[in-house]
């Protein structure tokens, strides 16, 4: 036999004129609008302590509708108003019905009455193109917080202070002096020619090849490019004022990298060219069959992912002083003051970087990758060499290649 639900007297619902203040707006305490964690979720501090749903009397959750209301009764309401199921509605006992947390779900007629009467606003509730603007409104509020965010921390990381200027401006003289061909290398620059890098002649024992003419041609300009990379440390004072001893190991152990780092900002995506010291416009094939093999490949990938960078002259000649102090160079002495002197190039060139405002987003820890980057091309190359000084004449290798790349680490 079905229960019939009790009645409720004609008058005014406690449970509304308890849910207002006297003014008919409710107060949140000391202002605040944090929130509370509970075992059913999130309540907001406004709320008092087991604060009752004004429809039902569960446990309210928060304002929902204009009205403190529970889950359960703001999303009956949303989707009353939004399938338009009130018409539909309708009670057996003379709309009469006490809607609590037990009833609430035997009459849907009156559980929305209750809702119309404690001033649930049907107005606040959105229909689906609505709720589309809405959501696509905050997500555009959301980006534009974001954008500003962004903005405001940009322009609160600190800028380099004078000390840092007088070393930034020196190490950036220092690159700009030996640097070949400067800003005028691509008007200056000499393809090799196409036949040459495209034989290869001498087998090496990981299976590569070599083309002797390419090499032939690699090491005319080997030598000066080594030489400007010796030039830049000396112009530098904390690497001149090194012992002799640290300032060979600095200088073996960073030349390749260095070399690799001017040659990869010479990129040119048209061409798909490197330029070599300045003069010599090579193809990815030409620069691995002329004895990098491997090594050609990481370089010519560098210099794809630093053509994004937009690096200027100051930033590639603090990226040189990064990697020309490296306290993890083999038989230092002075590691100490290396490592101090490192320190300092790369707070100098963080704040730089932060002067110039670049606008891809993580830039600094990106571009530091990059160092790595350098350092994996640098060791590959020292592997790369041991095989090459085998398998190639002797006479083929210049001098100061030959002091500067023999004996190193692997």
Not at 76 to 82: E, H, L
Not at 391 to 405: A, D, I, M, Y
């Amino acid at each position: 036999m079905e229960q019939k639900p009790s009645k409720v007297e004609c008058g005014s619902d406690p449970e509304e004129s308890s849910a207002r203040s006297p003014d008919g707006k409710r107060k949140r305490k000391n202002g605040q609008c944090s929130l509370k964690t509970s075992m059913s979720g999130y309540i907001p501090s406004y709320l008092d302590k087991d604060e009752q749903c004004v429809v039902c009397g569960d446990k309210a959750t928060g304002y929902h509708y204009r009205c403190i209301t529970c889950e359960g009764c703001k999303g009956f309401f949303r989707r009353t108003i939004q399938k338009n199921l009130h018409p539909t509605y309708s009670c057996k006992y003379d709309s009469c019905c006490v809607i609590d947390k037990i009833t609430r779900n035997q009459c849907q007629l009156c559980r929305f009455k209750k809702c119309i009467a404690v001033g649930m606003a049907m107005d606040l509730v959105l229909d689906d193109s609505k709720r589309v603007a809405k959501r696509k409104l905050i997500e555009q509020n959301r980006e534009r917080r974001r954008k500003e965010e962004m903005i405001r921390s940009l322009q609160q990381r600190p800028e380099p202070t004078p000390e840092e200027w007088d070393l930034i401006h020196v190490a950036t003289e220092a690159h700009r002096s030996t640097n070949a061909q400067g800003s005028h290398w691509k008007q200056r620059r000499k393809f090799l020619p196409d036949d040459i890098g495209q034989s290869p002649i001498v087998s090496m024992p990981d299976g590569d090849k070599v083309d002797l003419e390419a090499f032939s041609e690699f090491t005319k300009i080997i030598t000066p490019a080594i030489t400007r990379v010796v030039d830049f440390a000396k112009k530098l004072p904390m690497f001149s004022e090194l012992p002799c001893e640290d300032q060979i190991i600095l200088l073996k152990g960073c030349c390749m990298e260095i070399m690799s780092l001017r040659a990869a900002v010479r990129y040119d995506p048209e061409s798909d060219t490197l330029t070599l010291s300045g003069e010599m416009a090579v193809k990815r094939e030409q620069l691995k069959n002329g004895g990098l093999g491997v090594v050609s490949d990481a370089i010519f990938e560098l210099g794809k992912s630093l053509s994004a960078f937009n690096l200027d002259d100051t930033e590639v000649a603090l990226l040189q002083a990064v990697l020309l102090m490296s306290t993890d160079r083999s038989g230092l002495l002075c590691v100490d003051k290396i490592e101090k002197s490192q320190e300092a190039y790369l707070l100098a060139f963080e704040h730089y970087v932060n002067h110039r405002k670049h606008n891809i987003p993580h830039f600094w820890p990106k571009l530091l990758m990059k160092v790595t980057d350098l350092r994996m091309i640098g060791a590959c190359h020292a592997s790369r060499f041991l095989h090459m000084k085998v398998e190639c004449p002797t006479e083929l290798f210049p001098p100061l290649f030959l002091e500067v790349f023999e004996d190193q680490e692997v």
